[in-house]
């Protein structure tokens, strides 16, 4: 983390004692009490910042060493580096009692803001913020042209508002916010004078330039953070500091003072309803200085974000500045991340402008949607990307943009965010949104890997993080680079996410490489938790068509997920589970999707890989397909899902003279034994092929080739399964009775009351089938 010299020198510090530390000082305040302060007494502070500055404990220093360095600071003539190391000594020795700094005789605005600096550290114990803030504003009255500059107060002026912000009366108020307006608004276009030359340079070669955009151009709008030139005059430089305390500013002087941001609905809606005609009146009538101030920043947070659109030209990409470019043209990471932060900074001020004036937030919303569209996708711009979410949930936009691109944010930082989500998720899941969000859940490893991939294909290596050098993926990245895949890759950062799912195959097959990536990981862990979330919110407002619709996009993305390793199989039991629950709530659905899930059960390929998904649809065919459910149910349906299953049931077990068991576990087995018995009992044709059938199972799980390959207890279940099914298919009405019971006898009271029907006939059923057990040839 530091050097070798860094590291030897804080080590040295530490390790001084009191004794030597007092005598230090004593040298200290001899030099400080000499008229000439030149580079021993520097360097002599320099020392003591860093003794006092590199250990956690509190270090004492001699009251006679506080008091002079006090006196250094405000010494008029003192030269700023020393004031500078007096000020980063106290404030480190702070909260001290032997403090005694005067605000009021201090005159010089970089001294009041040092001084100022030293108060605050103190911790309010005498009203020293009251103190500094009053100070402040009296110079800011004072209007003073030659008089001292503003620009080092505003910051302690953003300070004091935070720390205390009930100092400033109303008439204070009123005086900033009219201050924040000029210095935001009106800045000047020309850029400062340069320093003096020598004796020979001619006026013309110091006359300044006008300001330019990030692009070259001239600007011929009012200056902002992000303009561009070689020197800032102290207007400028007011703008500048003007916008950085603008948010602490505005929640200050809200409508209803500090905190007092949220509206109710009522309010919001009126002010939507209105805000075009409140957007076209405020620039005809004077507004008072609030008003006016919330306009003015509504203004500056839009200029912003047309800048930030801007693309640097090479003249100017190489020309010296003092700000950055816009964020499509930075070519330096220092300039990135200097507009990244001042587009954060101009959503934040948006969201506070919108929440105390309701009538802000139709005008806001065409720009951040602009901005969201140009982002999206940008691994690089998640910053932006969180205050835009957080923007739009707030003010009730809960719509698929919003949903994509909070996944998306998910999807990059799925570690330290997956409890947050987990409690948003709720609130996004809604029937308008909820199957384009099942796929993007489940594509979130997917589209983890491709920004994954959009980084490192980024040409500026400032940029990236440092990989794990032991993964190479040149074919992932010369595909994503490859004309012909951009189209796929688009696909995945879609804003909308749902689409045909005959794509996912290839951009699966692509980003492969990837799926070992830790974070593509971290990302495939979260997913079921939130799978889990997602349908127990989405089952309270799903209505019918909803539910049919989720379960066939179940079963289609089923096998369409990406190849991470174990995230297939944990995402198969939570839709196994969910498909069970979908049919729970509306039983219908298996006799309204017959024909697609007879295409599902005749397409099954890797049965061992779906083997739960199987399990689940199976088991709701024999649960659910019956008049008892749906009175739509015919016996033509009856017996196709009997054939289909028959087959299946063939395929997995490979019935043929020297066939042993299947390879698939014995659990998908059982259930598709047990429901073409289920399917038998409702159609009684089909009970002399379900015997047959089961006496062929019952005989290949007692084949002693059968244990080589599976479990003593798997076979075993097949066996006892097969030998129950058959002793009730002997009794075909008590079959039917078991496997159908009516409406009235799964109330709960044929459960409950032992003199009831159901367990008089379950007792008899047992004794029966246990009658029938003793009998068979073992």
Known sequence: MFSAGAESLLHQAREIQEEELKKFCSRISKLLQTEDLGPDTVDSLQRLFLIISATKYHRRLEKTCIDLLQ?????????????????????????CDSLSLAWDHTQNSRQLS????????????????????QGVLRALESRQPEGPSFRHLLPVMAKVVVLSPGTLQEDQTTLLSKRLVDWLRYASLQQGFPHSGSFFSTPRARQPGPITEVDGAVATDFFTVLSTGHRFTEDQWLNVQGFSMLRAWLLHSGPEGPGALDTDDGSEQEGSMLSVISATSSAGRLLPPRERLREVAFEYCQRLIEQSNRRESPTQAQAPRLHPPAMQGALRKGDSDLQKACLVEAVLVLDVLCRQDPSFLYRSLSCLKALH????????????????????????????????????????????????????????????????????LLDLPC??????????????????????????????????????????????LRPKASGTIERLAPLHQLLQPMASCARVAQCAEAVPTLLQVFFSAVTQVADGALTNQLALLLLGRSDSLYPAPGYAACVHRV??????????????????????????????????SRASLVTSVVWAIGEYLSVTYDRRCTVEQINKFFEALEALLFEVTQCRPSATLPSCPPQVVTVLMTTLTKLASRSQDLIPRTSLLLSKMRNLAQSPASSSTHSEEGVEAIRTRATELLTLLKMPSVAQFVFTPSVEMCSPRYHHDANTALPLALRTVSRLVEREAGLLPG
């Open 71 to 95: 006196a250094t600071l405000s010494l008029p003539a003192c030269p700023e580096q020393l004031q500078v190391l007096c000020t980063a000594i106290l404030r480190e020795m702070s909260p």
């Open 447 to 492: 589209l983890t890997a491709a920004l994954d991939l959009q980084l490192r294909s980024l040409p500026a290596p400032s940029e990236r993080p440092l990989w794990d050098t032991s993964l190479r993926v040149p074919s992932c990245l010369e595909a994503f680079r490859d004309p012909k895949f951009q189209g796929l890759f688009q696909y995945l």
């Open 575 to 608: 839709l196994s589970s969910q498909f069970l629950a979908l049919c729970k709530l509306k039983p219908s659905l298996v006799v309204e999707l017959a024909r697609d899930l007879l295409e599902f059960l005749g397409s099954v390929n890797g049965l061992r």
């Open 373 to 440: 569209g140009r982002l999206q996708g940008d691994p690089a711009s998640v910053r932006v990307l969180l205050p835009l979410a957080r923007f739009f949930l707030s003010h009730a936009l809960s719509s698929v943009q919003t949903t994509a691109l909070c996944l998306q944010f998910l999807a990059w930082n799925s570690p330290p965010l997956t409890s947050e989500f987990v409690e948003l998720l709720p609130a996004l899941a809604d029937a308008g949104t909820a199957l384009e969000m099942l796929h993007a």
């Open 114 to 133: 040092l001084v100022a600096s030293v108060l605050l550290a103190q911790g309010d114990r005498n009203e020293e913020v009251r103190a500094v803030g």
